[in-house]
């Protein structure tokens, strides 16, 4: 007689595997919904430039991602623009910084600023919460600087950007190492969300200052990139 307990375990794993795919919320696409707080957007800027500036934030930021004249970078989340006007410049008159937001008022202020101050080498993007709408095979780098916490959905959002980079382009992302919640990743949570995505963490250290730290990734290859549907979200 074959013994019953191994079947009954089996059943129990299938049906509990079951009853845990079937509870994750995804969306239209197939993504799952984060399975932790997202963070309110309240503000178009993290901290004031005077005090960023104070502590080097962009300098240490640049150098940590090797930004050069003559490259593409996206500043996701770019609110007020602290970053793009001195993105700008950095890559120069060869370079270019896709500027991109989700809130249209905050674009309307950054493309007034773009325009005061003359930046052709900078484009504006809206995006949405789950695609950021960036040109294709184009980027060197793409920054989510302060913002990772308040994106409503980061699987779609990673996945769709998965395909802007060039062959060695690089994810950056800053934040502090607090809960989404207090408007911050903690980073094992951030680099389970990135790696589920197929985003390999190669760096991560701790900015001076109180920036928090700088994470950087290197994207999935074309062809890589998980099916929506077998992402699991990570628990924060
Ligand atoms: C705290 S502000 C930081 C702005 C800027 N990066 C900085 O360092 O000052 C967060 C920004 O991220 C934007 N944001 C939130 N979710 C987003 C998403 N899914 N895609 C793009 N931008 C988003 C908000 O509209 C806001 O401008």
Partial sequence: ???LLPSVLALLLVTTGLAQAQAVRRDAAGFPAPD???AEIVSPIWASEEERDEVKETEQVFSAAGIKPGQTVADIGAGSGYYVVRLSPAVGPAGRVY???IMPDYLAGLKARVARMNLANVTLVQGTADDPKLPKAALDAAFLIHMYHEIEQPYGLLHRLAGSFKPGGRLIITDLDR???NHGT???LLRCELAAVGYRELSRKTLTGGVGYIAIFEPPAPGRLPAPQTIMPCKG
């Fill in 36 to 38: 932790r707080p997202v």
């Fill in 1 to 3: 007689m074959k013994p």
């Fill in 99 to 101: 500027a991109e937001d």
């Fill in 179 to 181: 809960r989404p919640e």
């Fill in 186 to 188: 903690p980073p094992a």
